[in-house]
């Protein structure tokens, strides 16, 4: 089984930044890709950015340009740098992991945007 931990979410006013970390742990032989989905409420779950095991990422449109994704394959880790948010960023943001063709998921954290 595999577990992913996330931290780094919370409370910044608009403007403001976050970073956002996940761990995997567990039964792991190989991790293709990592990322983050995010959901708003009432809103379904989106993509927000994406990391392969090679560093090619994609990002959703509206947050291009704000948030970086990058890893650290020693530690099995993927981060998410958020800058310039908007309450439109709003959301519970999930950290995934395509770990040996099987797709995990994270608890979620909570991040907030408001003055």
């Known amino acids: 089984q595999v577990q992913l931990v996330e931290s780094g979410g919370g409370l910044v006013q608009p403007g403001g930044s976050l970073r956002l970390s996940c761990a995997a742990s567990?039964?792991?032989?190989?991790?293709?890709?990592m990322g983050w989905y995010r959901q708003a409420p009432g809103q379904q779950r989106e993509l927000v950015a994406t990391?392969?095991?090679?560093?090619?990422?994609n990002y959703k449109d509206s947050v291009k340009g704000r948030f970086t994704i990058s890893r650290d394959p020693a530690k099995n880790a993927v981060f998410l740098q958020t800058n310039s948010l908007t309450p439109e960023d709003t959301a519970v943001y999930y950290c995934?992991?395509?770990?040996?063709?099987?797709?995990?998921w994270g608890q979620g954290t909570q991040v907030t945007v408001s003055s």
């Open positions: 995934y992991a395509n770990v040996d063709y099987r797709n995990y």
């Open positions: 567990g039964s792991i032989f190989r991790i293709y890709s």
């Open positions: 990391i392969t095991n090679n560093g090619r990422t």
